[in-house]
């Protein structure tokens, strides 16, 4: 399982703390930036992260800005892409579980770094149930075919 992960410059703090147990977790990963605290505009991080999911270069990805709202928002306008924004883990669990979820955004002006680790590992531990969910996905999947 191979990870995209980016941030604003906001988010850079956190997505290095989540990068650095992504790591020593032995879990793979490629990272999209940014590299600073220079600032940046979010959709420029969150279109590479979402085609590198969409290509399946990555089987998942993480998203980080200041409150997560906006890289969510842009990541969810990518064909394919369901971003769930999360700040407890019970979300992160149910968006992979329920809605399939293939990218994680979370807020460094919201979420500090053990709970955004905690969430990390409930999002990528979790299947998706399929079922009725597939059902409720097919409909997302017309609405964006429209
Ligand atoms: C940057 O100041 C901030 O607007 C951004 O990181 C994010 O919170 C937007 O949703």
Excluded: Q, W
Excluded at 2 to 10: E, M, Y
Excluded at 35 to 45: G, N
Excluded at 121 to 144: C, M, P, Y
């Amino acid at each position: 399982m191979k990870i995209a992960v980016g941030s604003d410059h906001a988010g850079f703090l956190l997505k290095e703390s989540v990068i650095g147990h992504l790591r020593a977790a032995e879990r793979p990963y490629r990272d999209f930036g940014v590299l600073s605290e220079d600032s940046v505009d979010y959709p420029d991080i969150a279109a590479p992260v979402a085609d590198a999911v969409r290509s399946g270069e990555c089987d998942f990805g993480i998203l980080i800005c200041g409150t997560g709202i906006g890289m969510s928002i842009a990541a969810n306008k990518h064909k394919g892409i369901r971003a769930a924004l999360c700040g407890e883990t019970y979300s992160a669990h149910c968006s992979r579980e329920h809605n399939d979820a293939n990218i994680l955004a979370m807020g460094s002006r919201v979420t500090g770094p053990g709970l955004a680790i905690d969430i990390v590992e409930a999002f990528l531990n979790t299947l998706f149930a399929g079922g009725r969910h597939s059902r409720r996905l097919d409909k997302i999947t017309v609405i964006e075919n429209k």
